[in-house]
């Protein structure tokens, strides 16, 4: 703002020294072109006789106009090429993230009952059927498991045991996150039998589950991580 002010007040400066025919200041006299801060000094002429003043030379004065107008120009020019980073806000960077839908949160909860539900049919198709091909499972006491395939082998070994889940209830606590990227929080109580030569047993466990989704390039809702700890029967 102070050099558009400056700007205007000296063009204005420089029409009335134009537009003059006379210069009526006293002997020695000085323009106020250097205490607007451009540091120039104007010697206006002396007066010859009293009552008579020596006119101004036309071509002096323009060739000052000009070089003043073209101080301005190069000053103008050097203040746009600075970046104004606290006015303009570079919004091509922006991205909008936008929540959690409901339709969203009912696809993940459908998700997670077709997890459950292939569990209690001991559809192997359908249980890995809710993961990412490079999902990650995170179970307790155990290094991670990645891939659809090693998750295959983790639940359902090749080592002659057989595993049958009886019961499996998941009472879902939290879903959040945007349009992209989501994660579920929920406790489950599972029961299942377990047999390896000829030997079977019955057995229990309660834990927190914690799922992060992403929606795959078809739309639909993929499980990329999950863990879960062991709470006490």
């Known amino acids: 703002m102070d050099s558009i002010f ?3 007040v000296c063009e204005k400066e420089i029409l009335a020294l134009q537009n003059s025919r006379h210069v009526g200041i006293a002997t020695g006299a000085k323009s106020n072109f250097k205490t607007m ?8 002429p002396v007066a010859t006789a009293p009552g008579t003043v020596k006119r101004a030379a036309p071509t002096m004065l323009k060739l000052v106009a000009s070089i003043i107008l073209l101080s301005l120009v190069t000053g103008a020019l050097a203040a746009q090429k600075q970046p ?6 570079d919004n091509s960077r922006i991205t909008r993230v936008k929540k959690l839908s409901a339709a969203d949160r009912a696809a993940i909860r459908a998700l997670d009952e077709r997890f459950v539900k292939g569990w209690l049919k001991d559809d192997v198709s359908q249980v890995l059927s809710v993961f990412a091909a490079d999902a990650v499972l995170l179970p307790p006491g155990s290094g ?5 395939e090693a998750i295959r082998k ?8 057989k595993t049958v889940i009886t019961s499996f209830v998941r009472h879902i606590d939290e879903i959040d996150g945007t349009t992209r ?5 929920s406790t489950a109580a599972l029961s299942w039998t377990y047999e390896k030569n000829g030997q079977k047993s019955s057995q229990t466990s309660k834990s927190i589950d914690l799922l992060v ?3 795959a390039s078809d ?15």
């Open 37 to 44: 801060g451009f540091g120039l000094e104007l010697q206006h």
């Open 181 to 185: 990227l989501a994660f579920m929080r």
């Open 6 to 8: 400056r700007r205007q």
């Open 144 to 148: 991670p498991v990645q891939g659809t």
């Open 213 to 215: 989704l992403a929606r």
């Open 219 to 233: 739309g639909q809702w993929r499980v990329l991580r999950q863990m879960w700890n062991t709470l006490p029967n």
């Open 154 to 161: 983790y639940w359902w070994p090749d080592d002659g045991s």
């Open 84 to 89: 104004a980073t606290k006015r303009v806000r």
